[in-house]
């Protein structure tokens, strides 16, 4: 027996698979208290969610218990007896000088020992982790274990936070975020908040925060302005024109051109040598509507007859003009103050936090863009990330996450939709961007209409309460083979209680995410409360002035 081995004997192995093992728990362990003690710990023997250690000779698998069930049998009196069985996912060896490896190369065979893992042998396993002090929760089986993880595998290699509504997946984000900061004070996040839930107005319009104030760099998407002449000419396709329209690629072809011819203009005036359909300097929207208009009006020869491209922009010139006149697009299309090519910077230094105010987390709240829009203007902050940093001469010390929120909504699972050129994009920061300091956090509810590239490069997945029978089979296919029956215990999660697989976690853990301090503004409208105590009356003309305004408190 290894030093610090517990010697709690709780059972034997009964099968081994390749994926698996089953175990036969000892008759004195089988009663309906089967408490046992470990160090100064007290437990239930073998219980979902423990871990114990299979020894074998020179052999020391660690497994992690998931299944339990009882099984009848009748001895030689025809009196009935019952023996207990327990089901475990192997999830690497104990090395004879104490150390932990992932991965099991040596199976032992039926008959071999099963005994209760303690602290002191679990405190080995997590001990290279616990040096980085970035605690997110406690161990389900031992309360008073704070788990860390590796910061270095969860933010360099991406991750994914999945969980049904209202499992805690805000509450793990807020959670995680706080401690993030704690443990690591040079931070650099940004998030995409579709719901205002990070930061939000009071009643007295001050902003509030779940995170410090001295921290936190909250930008309104409507009032900073995301200007059109920075989004790249995939990001303008899917803003003005229908790619189902049968004459998308006349569209696309010509606004190319004019793009291009644009930008060489304004390249000129500011003695820039090169240009591309994508470099962000400044063009005039009004102008290439005006280049649009002329060619789908053009006639020839006194108006006996019509240009090669008359009648061929209705479409496109109906659908700029309408995206124009809305006023909920203004934030995009009518920039006052990102309105020339020197004001690039300025929106750069708000975006990573190295504007006026310093921080280590800029929050954009999108609650307030319209829908349709919103995957645009998500794509262009993504880029704007990942652009950043790719020409950043100091990205190895200037690392970004960009925290991706409701992912489905703009990064869908959907091929040949109607934000392809924004999908595009943010799978390329998921393939290319942890190259150059740039990764993401996604974050879910629905991982089946996820993009499948985007869960790929995830090489790390905080799992909440999951319900659906399709999620739950997804979830097991992202995961390594052996650990895939883990996700059976996905349905029966608390709120705030995680499954953490992949290479942040020493090995696949069950933890309870610490509560966040503040904690988010994304609780469940209180229907009792409401329908008890709720207001006689409301001010209709403040909610359609409200509506009219686009303004949400």
Not at 13 to 34: C, T, W, Y
Not at 239 to 257: P, V, Y
Not at 481 to 491: F, H, K, M, Q, V
Not at 537 to 550: A, E, K, Y
């Amino acid at each position: 027996m290894l030093a610090g081995q517990t010697a709690t004997l709780i059972g034997y192995l009964s099968q081994v698979r390749g994926d698996g093992m089953d175990a036969r728990i000892a008759p004195e362990h089988a009663n309906e208290a089967p408490i046992i003690k470990v160090g100064d710990e007290e437990i239930l023997a073998g219980h979902i969610g423990s871990y114990v250690v299979i020894r074998q000779v020179r052999i020391n698998v660690l497994a992690l218990v998931f299944k339990m069930w009882e099984q009848d049998r009748y001895d030689n009196n025809c009196v009935r007896q019952s023996e207990r069985f327990i089901s475990l996912v192997p999830v690497g060896e104990i090395q004879e000088d104490g150390t932990f490896v992932r991965g099991v190369r040596h199976y032992p065979t039926p008959g071999a020992q099963v005994y209760a893992v303690g602290l002191d042998e679990i405190n080995a396993i997590f001990s290279k982790f616990r040096q980085y002090e970035f605690f997110i929760g406690q161990l389900a089986s031992h309360k008073n274990y704070q788990l860390s993880l590796d910061p270095r595998a969860l933010f360099g290699r991406h991750f994914a936070i999945i969980g049904q509504s209202g499992s805690g997946k805000s509450w793990t984000v807020t959670s995680l975020i706080q401690n993030t900061i704690k443990a690591m004070p040079k931070t650099h996040l940004i998030m995409l908040d579709l719901h205002g839930e990070y930061c939000w107005k009071d009643k007295a319009g001050v902003v509030q925060s779940a995170f410090p104030d001295d921290m936190v760099n909250y930008i309104d998407a409507m009032a900073m302005e995301m200007p059109y002449w920075m989004m790249t000419y995939a990001e303008l396709v899917d803003l003005f024109i229908d790619r189902n329209d049968k004459g998308a690629t006349m569209q696309m072809s010509f606004m190319r051109e004019v793009i291009q011819q644009l930008k060489r203009k304004e390249a000129k005036r500011i003695d820039l040598a090169t240009v591309s359909i994508d470099t962000p300097i400044y063009f005039s929207l009004a102008e290439m509507y005006m280049q649009f208009k002329a060619a789908n009006e053009e006639r020839k020869d006194f108006g006996k007859t019509q240009g090669v491209l008359f009648g061929q922009f209705d479409e496109f010139l109906i659908r700029m003009q309408s995206r124009f006149n809305d006023v909920r697009y203004d934030f995009l299309l009518k920039p006052k103050q990102r309105n020339n090519s020197e004001s690039m910077a300025g929106l750069l230094r708000q975006l990573v936090g190295l504007g006026d105010k310093k921080a280590n987390i800029t929050v954009v709240d999108l609650s307030s863009v319209p829908t349709d829009v919103r995957p645009a203007v998500s794509a262009q902050v993504g880029r704007l990330a990942y652009e950043f940093n790719y020409w950043n001469p100091h990205r190895r010390e200037f690392p970004i996450t960009l925290i991706c929120e409701e992912a489905h909504a703009y990064i869908p699972r959907e091929k040949n939709g109607p934000f392809e050129g924004t999908k595009r994009m943010m799978e390329r920061i998921a393939k290319e961007g942890r190259k150059y300091g740039v990764s993401i956090g996604v974050v879910s509810q629905r991982p089946t209409e996820l993009s499948e590239t985007m869960l790929a490069q995830c090489s790390s997945f905080i799992c909440l309460r999951t319900t659906n029978p399709d999620d739950q089979a997804y979830i097991r296919g992202l995961v390594p083979e052996a650990e895939g029956d883990l996700t059976d215990i996905l349905s029966s999660l608390g709120r705030g209680e995680a499954l953490v697989l992949g290479e942040a976690a020493p090995l696949p853990t069950r933890v309870q995410i610490y509560r966040p301090n503040p904690e988010p503004k994304s609780n469940d409208v209180d229907y009792f409360t409401g329908w008890r105590e709720g207001p006689d009356d409301l001010d209709m003309d403040q909610i359609v002035n409200l509506w009219r305004t686009q303004t949400r408190l």
